[in-house]
């Protein structure tokens, strides 16, 4: 596998952003709490240049790569009186340098994260400029992609559909990125306390991704992908990944672990990038339709209030939406019932009550469709429970009295 070290926060794309924690870290408050250790090994990251200094007092360190700018005295611990005010100087340089870097370093601060960097091969425009589009479909692709980890965070599986997104885009919320220049690099901020776990299992995802590609042009197999499961590979994570290296030469993704929380179990110090090419499409998109048609229907027992009916005709078979209270990792689904079966489901909504019902969840459609459906009762619920499902019911009574009717409707 190549290896090329990307370079490179806002919130992923189609969320409203998130106020940057720097804006409200004070450099003079701030050094109280600033391990020099950890500042010494963020300012390494971001490629600053360690340039001497007193031994064992404090180390000199310059803006990366030759750029003019206030060089920083960082002590080496907090053991010598002058530390605090040299840590206060250096959190001010920082604060006030030009340096792109210099406010990673200060997010990575404020905020114990572990690191993704995202970067692209694509054309510049003019002037360092970038289409829309182009800064769009980063943003998407790493959006994509965390999804894809937090799903996995959650459980394996080839392929999830609708099952868990409500909670895996919860999980995002914390996340800070930073800025996309030219639709060419992003970086996402993940807090330790809270989002480790999803970092870990993606960063072991890509890397098996990568290895069952490789595995695939060498052998012309697909098994890798099946093993590959278990590690967090799935039908949403080889679309974000075709998301990120389509329309360019080439996409690469770079894990760094928070010095203050150390390195993850079963993972590198510092993890190597993990490329992708154009050359790796088609086995993604091979690899994503055969996670999509083999991920197996699953049996199951879901209790539901509905929220649609619609039949063609005042009797027979019809078809309900239920809003998914429990059995079930998915908001909705929709299902078929005979004609007793519609009717136990109409009774009971009338009352305010939420029916159970057994079938199978079918991945075909995302796992959005339950087929024989079987078993179906109303369930007893408080009285609270009761009333708000009543309190909706009024709110909505011209369309359920239009689907109990027969009237058509979406």
Same mark, same amino acid.
């Given at each position: 596998?190549?290896s090329?070290?990307?370079?490179?926060?806002? @919130?992923?794309?189609?969320e409203?952003?998130?106020?940057?924690?720097?804006?409200? /870290?004070?450099p003079?408050?701030?050094?109280?709490?600033?391990d020099?250790?950890?500042?010494?090994?963020?300012?390494?990251?971001?490629?600053?240049?360690?340039?001497?200094?007193?031994?064992g007092?404090?180390?000199?360190?310059?803006?990366?790569?030759?750029?003019?700018?206030?060089s920083?005295?960082?002590?080496?611990?907090?053991?010598?009186?002058?530390s605090?005010?040299?840590?206060?100087?250096?959190?001010?340089?920082?604060?006030?340098?030009?340096?792109?870097?210099?406010?990673?370093?200060?997010?990575?601060?404020?905020?114990?994260?572990d690191?993704?960097r995202?970067?692209?091969?694509?054309?510049?425009?003019?002037?360092g400029?970038?289409?829309?589009?182009?800064?769009?479909?980063?943003?998407?692709?790493?959006?994509?992609?965390?999804?894809?980890?937090?799903?996995?965070?959650?459980?394996r599986?080839?392929y999830?559909?609708?099952?868990?997104r409500?909670?895996?885009?919860?999980?995002? *919320?914390?996340?800070?990125?930073?800025?996309?220049?030219?639709?060419?690099?992003?970086?996402?901020?993940?807090?330790v306390?809270?989002?480790?776990?999803?970092?870990?299992?993606?960063h072991?995802?890509?890397?098996?991704?990568?290895?069952?590609?490789?595995?695939?042009?060498?052998?012309g197999?697909?098994?890798? /992908?099946?093993?590959?499961? *278990?590690a967090?590979?799935?039908?949403?994570?080889t679309?974000?990944?075709?998301?990120?290296?389509r329309?360019?030469?080439g996409?690469?993704v770079?894990f760094?672990?928070?010095?203050?929380?150390?390195?993850?179990?079963?993972c590198a110090?510092?993890?190597?990038?993990?490329?992708?090419?154009?050359?790796?499409?088609?086995?993604?998109?091979?690899?994503?339709?055969?996670?999509r048609h083999?991920?197996?229907?699953?049996?199951?027992?879901?209790?539901g209030?509905?929220?649609?009916?619609?039949?063609?005709?005042?009797?027979?078979?019809g078809?309900? @939406?239920?809003?998914?209270?429990?059995?079930?990792?998915?908001?909705?689904?929709?299902?078929?019932l005979?004609? *007793?079966?519609?009717?136990?489901?109409?009774?009971?909504?009338?009352?305010?009550?939420?029916?159970?019902?057994?079938?199978r969840?079918?991945?075909?459609?995302? /796992?959005?469709?339950?087929?024989?459906?079987?078993?179906?009762v109303?369930?007893?619920?408080?009285e609270?429970v009761?009333d708000?499902?009543?309190?909706?019911?009024q709110?909505?009574?011209?369309? /359920?009295?239009?689907?109990?009717?027969?009237?058509?409707?979406?």
């Amino acid at each position: 596998m190549t290896s090329r070290k990307p370079s490179g926060p806002h @919130r992923p794309a189609d969320e409203p952003l998130r106020p940057h924690p720097v804006e409200g /870290f004070e450099p003079a408050a701030g050094a109280t709490r600033v391990d020099p250790a950890v500042l010494g090994e963020l300012l390494d990251r971001h490629g600053w240049r360690r340039r001497g200094g007193a031994a064992g007092r404090y180390a000199r360190w310059t803006p990366p790569g030759g750029s003019s700018g206030t060089s920083l005295l960082v002590p080496e611990s907090r053991a010598f009186p002058d530390s605090e005010d040299l840590l206060d100087e250096a959190l001010l340089a920082l604060s006030r340098s030009a340096a792109p870097s210099a406010r990673d370093v200060l997010v990575a601060l404020a905020l114990p994260s572990d690191e993704i960097r995202w970067s692209r091969d694509v054309p510049p425009g003019p002037a360092g400029t970038a289409p829309w589009v182009v800064e769009e479909q980063l943003r998407g692709a790493a959006r994509k992609m965390l999804i894809a980890g937090a799903l996995a965070v959650r459980g394996r599986a080839g392929y999830y559909g609708a099952r868990h997104r409500r909670p895996a885009a919860a999980s995002l *919320e914390n996340l800070l990125v930073g800025p996309a220049p030219g639709g060419r690099e992003l970086a996402a901020f993940v807090p330790v306390e809270s989002g480790r776990p999803l970092v870990v299992r993606l960063h072991h995802a890509l890397y098996a991704t990568r290895e069952a590609i490789d595995y695939q042009r060498a052998t012309g197999g697909m098994e890798a /992908f099946d093993t590959a499961v *278990e590690a967090g590979v799935s039908q949403e994570l080889t679309e974000a990944v075709v998301a990120l290296v389509r329309g360019t030469e080439g996409a690469r993704v770079a894990f760094a672990w928070a010095p203050a929380a150390g390195v993850p179990e079963g993972c590198a110090p510092r993890p190597e990038p993990v490329e992708f090419s154009p050359g790796d499409l088609a086995v993604l998109r091979e690899a994503g339709e055969r996670f999509r048609h083999e991920e197996p229907a699953l049996p199951v027992r879901i209790t539901g209030t509905v929220v649609r009916m619609r039949r063609s005709g005042p009797r027979g078979t019809g078809t309900v @939406r239920l809003r998914v209270l429990a059995g079930a990792d998915v908001p909705h689904v929709r299902l078929s019932l005979d004609e *007793e079966a519609y009717r136990i489901a109409g009774s009971a909504h009338l009352v305010g009550l939420p029916i159970r019902v057994s079938g199978r969840l079918e991945s075909r459609g995302g /796992f959005r469709r339950l087929t024989g459906a079987a078993h179906v009762v109303p369930v007893q619920v408080d009285e609270a429970v009761r009333d708000r499902m009543m309190k909706s019911l009024q709110e909505n009574l011209d369309f /359920f009295e239009e689907a109990c009717s027969g009237e058509d409707g979406d």
